[in-house]
């Protein structure tokens, strides 16, 4: 027969899921820099070698395809920072403490796109930290 886990087990099972979605998330936001890098080389080329009008419709297109991309990779970014919330409130729970905040507080999930922007732009986020 298998024994309960202990608190502390729980919490080594649950770190380890934390550390794995992390990676996860890091890993998405170095694609979502991919694809601006790769947009933005795109445009420029498409001007270069074609005539304006026919650059217009093709950076159109490259650029409807960039948000796209964009829009599927924040919405599994956000699917992961949803699960981070989750580990860090279990975590915290059954630490009887705040060990985990980060999520919860600054991550995906809390800030909207323009709290985000304004934090970007302003001495805000230095603050929060």
Known sequence: MVEPLTNFSKVQVLLAEYAALRAEVLSRSAQKFQVHTLTGTAVIAIFGLTGLLKAISLTFLTLVLAAFG???????????????????????????ETLLRWENESGVGPLSYSERLKDI??????NRG
């Open 70 to 96: 964009l829009r599927m990779l924040d919405l599994v970014t956000r699917r992961l920072a949803a699960r981070l919330r989750e580990i860090e409130t279990a975590v915290n729970e059954l630490a009887g």
């Open 121 to 126: 732009v302003s001495i805000r986020a230095i």
